[in-house]
């Protein structure tokens, strides 16, 4: 099973990020979405798990959850916007994957045999920091996420 995780969209589905997560089996996106469009448009690519991050306060944003844990391909995924904000110990959890976003910095971290995962930003550029989305292929044995540069002005 292949999985896209893309996080702080900020109301920008990028056309490399469109491509980048065709094929996908699933997505997950780590909040700060901007705008239910986005999802809409995620959705036409996978079936998609989203949360809501800090920027997203409107009305719509309410459908989504702060949290969520979700069971994908066999392996247990949890996702926080802000991973400053987890609640749980996500070893004693039986947590595989830890996905974050907020921070706009593309980062993997292994950490008692859970990896924390944050895609980086797919929308906006801030700073000068690189837009990035990540990938994963889940197999029996390992969670091997690829941090993916979409480039871009």
Same mark, same amino acid.
């Given at each position: 099973?292949?999985?896209?995780?893309?996080?702080?969209?900020?109301?920008?589905?990028? =056309?490399? *990020? !469109?491509?980048?997560?065709?094929? #996908?089996?699933?997505?997950? /996106?780590?909040?700060? $979405?901007?705008?239910?469009?986005?999802?809409?448009?995620?959705?036409?690519?996978?079936?998609?798990?989203?949360?809501?991050?800090?920027?997203?306060?409107?009305?719509?944003?309410?459908?989504?959850?702060?949290?969520?844990?979700?069971?994908?391909?066999?392996?247990?995924?949890?996702?926080?916007?802000?991973?400053?904000?987890?609640?749980?110990? =996500?070893? *004693? !959890?039986?947590?595989?994957?830890? #996905?974050?976003?907020?921070? /706009?910095?593309?980062? $993997?971290?292994?950490?008692?045999?859970?990896?924390?995962?944050?895609?980086?930003?797919?929308?906006?550029?801030?700073?000068?920091?690189?837009?990035?989305?990540?990938?994963?292929?889940?197999?029996?044995?390992?969670?091997?996420?690829?941090?993916?540069?979409?480039?871009?002005?």
């Amino acid at each position: 099973m292949r999985i896209g995780i893309i996080s702080d969209t900020h109301g920008l589905l990028r =056309p490399e *990020a !469109e491509q980048r997560l065709g094929g #996908v089996d699933h997505i997950i /996106h780590a909040g700060d $979405i901007g705008r239910p469009e986005i999802i809409d448009h995620l959705r036409a690519i996978a079936p998609v798990t989203a949360i809501r991050g800090n920027i997203d306060g409107a009305d719509w944003a309410k459908a989504y959850p702060a949290t969520v844990t979700v069971v994908l391909g066999g392996r247990c995924f949890h996702v926080v916007h802000d991973v400053h904000d987890l609640t749980i110990d =996500p070893a *004693a !959890e039986g947590i595989d994957m830890v #996905v974050s976003g907020h921070s /706009h910095r593309a980062r $993997i971290e292994t950490r008692d045999r859970v990896v924390y995962l944050n895609p980086g930003s797919a929308g906006p550029r801030r700073f000068k920091l690189p837009i990035t989305l990540a990938t994963l292929d889940i197999s029996s044995s390992s969670l091997p996420p690829v941090i993916h540069d979409l480039g871009g002005g």
